[in-house]
């Protein structure tokens, strides 16, 4: 079994950066692609980006792109979502997953952390 914890949420302000952490534990499949959804009050869950713990290859929504960046670091397991030029619309508990696969009506994941806060202030 995978479990998953977040960590780094907060207040800031806009046109700032917040650098959010997702550490795994358990078991762990090289093959799985790891990420991070957001999910806003009175919205749907949305996929933000992720990235294949052996390949590597990151993938943006471009909602975010240009301004995320997600990276690992396999030795410690854990999975960072580096954010700058953070918007008011970014306010969001975002939320670490694992496994995430295309499922023909949006991205889906099977493990999922508790999720973290992150407020953009104006």
């Known amino acids: 079994q995978v479990q998953l914890v977040e960590s780094g949420g907060g207040l800031v302000q806009a046109g700032g950066s917040l650098r959010l952490s997702c550490a795994a534990s358990?078991?762990?499949?090289?093959?799985?692609?790891m990420g991070w959804f957001r999910q806003a009050p009175g919205k749907e869950r949305e996929f933000v980006s992720s990235?294949?713990?052996?390949?590597?290859?990151?993938y943006y929504a471009d909602s975010v792109k240009g301004r995320f960046t997600i990276s690992r670091d396999n030795a410690k397991n854990t999975v960072y979502l580096q954010m700058n030029s953070l918007k008011p619309e970014d306010t969001a508990v975002y939320y670490c997953?694992?496994?995430?696969?295309?499922?023909?009506?949006?991205?889906?994941?099977?493990?999922w952390g508790q999720g973290t806060q992150v407020t953009v202030s104006s």
């Open positions: 997953a694992a496994d995430i696969t295309w499922r023909g009506k949006g991205f889906g994941s099977n493990y």
């Open positions: 358990g078991r762990t499949f090289s093959r799985d692609r």
């Open positions: 990235i294949n713990w052996s390949g590597g290859a990151p």
